[in-house]
Each structure stands twice: as structure tokens, then as C-alpha cells.
């Protein structure tokens, strides 16, 4: 079975830091790697995706994520966090390949970015 | 895009009660799936609809756990003789058919789920 782990449960920076949120994943095939947000009172919102080629994908609000895969991992990163990027982030994986299309979560990583 | 609806944002029911759900998908979306989230967890995948068809069931989907499809629109998720270990978020997302896996979820706000 598919497992993704997420290194850092809780994580507070300062505005203006770098951040860099990791993510493996166990499944040795071929996957389709997500990173979800959630803010305060929100529904889950797609970030970024990676599905083939480039493995340095952008998202939206200045994030993106790089998909090494002999390492199994795909890492958020953002150059400068701002205030308003204090959510809980989710990385998850999905099968490419038939039979199960269900995503597998990690356990997030709450951010909290201090003004 | 209305977004994916789900409808009711809370229910408290006793231990025993049986629950139903219903998650409104995007409009033009194949795909529909539930999830359950509790606390300090992420998302776990539930099941998930081809239009009308259930296609695949989780080991988390308990004989007590029931999900339709009736049209290839909206869906419901019941549960039955609800226990503690219910409590819980359960999400509903949508996506496109074409491309399979690699879709993005659309995700709604949930219904959090309280067992007195």
C-alpha cells in the first residue's frame, strides 16, 4: 500500500524566510504527485501538481515543488513567505496506472507564518 | 464553477442513529470520491464514482458505510448504527473524467460528523 510522509507536522517562520516542506512517498511506480492547502475555514485547494517532465513545477502564490524520484520525494519550497501562507499543506499521491484513483495523504505540515 | 457542495456543514447524531451525506459535484465532473479526515490526520480515501459506478471501496468502508450514485450527479454517503469512532470530517471531491489519476480533486467543505 501507498504511504506519504510528511516531515514536519508544525512549522513557524518569520515573514520574508524561506520554506522548504518535505514529502516522500513509498510506491516505487509510476505516480501523479499533488500538494494541497488549507486555509483557516477553507476547503482543500490544488497548489501544484507534477505529472511528467519538468520536475520542477510551479504553483500558484509564488510555490513549487521539485519531484526527485530516485529519492521518492516531492518538496514544497517558496523563496519568501508572507502572512497570509499560514495554512496546513498537504502532499499527496495518486496511482498513474489504472485500479486505484483515490489520493494518499500525508498527515500535513500546519504552517504558521508570524508577521 | 459553483465548486463542489456538500450539504450538511455539521450533524450531531447519538451513537446508533444512521446519517446520510450528499456531495454535489462540479457540474461537468466524471469523477466524484469521499474521504474521511480526522484530527491531525490527512485526507483517507473512502471510495470513488465513474458517473453511476462505484469503482472502488476502501478497506475503511465498513459494511456500515453505504455510497450511491443514482444518477451520475449527485451522491450520498450513509452511515448506519453510527459508533465514536465515526466522528470524523467527510470530504467530497470531483474531477474530470479524461486523464484518470491525474486530474486534480476539486474538494467541498465537508461535513463534520459528531457521535454523542
Known amino acids: 500500500a501507498q504511504s506519504v510522509s510528511q516531515h514536519n507536522h508544525h512549522v513557524i517562520l518569520s515573514e520574508a524566510a524561506s520554506l522548504e516542506l518535505g514529502c516522500n512517498y513509498s510506491?516505487?511506480?509510476?505516480?501523479?504527485l499533488f500538494w494541497y492547502v488549507q486555509y483557516p475555514g477553507q476547503h482543500l485547494q490544488l497548489l501544484l501538481k507534477y505529472f511528467s517532465g519538468d520536475p520542477l513545477v510551479k504553483g500558484i502564490k509564488g510555490f513549487e515543488a521539485e519531484f526527485i524520484k530516485s529519492k521518492f520525494s516531492f518538496n514544497l519550497r517558496k523563496p519568501s513567505v508572507q502572512w497570509s501562507d499560514t495554512a496546513e499543506y498537504f502532499c499527496?499521491?495518486?496511482?498513474?496506472?489504472?485500479?486505484?484513483?483515490?489520493?494518499?495523504f500525508g498527515k500535513g505540515t500546519h504552517l504558521i507564518i508570524q508577521p | 464553477d459553483t465548486g463542489v457542495s456538500q450539504d450538511p456543514r455539521h450533524k450531531i447524531t447519538k451513537r446508533g442513529q444512521n446519517v446520510t451525506f450528499r456531495c454535489d459535484p462540479i457540474?461537468?465532473?466524471?469523477?466524484l470520491y469521499w474521504y474521511r479526515q480526522t484530527l491531525g490526520q490527512g485526507p483517507e480515501f473512502l471510495t470513488y464514482?465513474?458517473?453511476?459506478?462505484?469503482?472502488?471501496k476502501s478497506r475503511l468502508l465498513s459494511d456500515r458505510f453505504s455510497a450511491e450514485r443514482p444518477k451520475g450527479s449527485f451522491s450520498t454517503l450513509e452511515i448506519q448504527r453510527t459508533e465514536q469512532g465515526d466522528s470524523a470530517m467527510y470530504l467530497c471531491?470531483?474531477?474530470?473524467?479524461?486523464?484518470?489519476?491525474?486530474?486534480?480533486?476539486?474538494f467541498g467543505d465537508g461535513t463534520r460528523l459528531s457521535i454523542l
Open positions: 471531491a470531483s474531477s474530470p473524467g479524461a486523464g484518470g489519476s491525474g486530474q486534480p480533486q476539486h
Open positions: 464514482f465513474q458517473n453511476e459506478a462505484q469503482l472502488e
Open positions: 510506491y516505487g511506480g509510476t505516480v501523479n
Open positions: 499527496a499521491v495518486a496511482y498513474s496506472g489504472g485500479g486505484a484513483d483515490g489520493l494518499t
Open positions: 457540474s461537468e465532473h466524471n469523477r
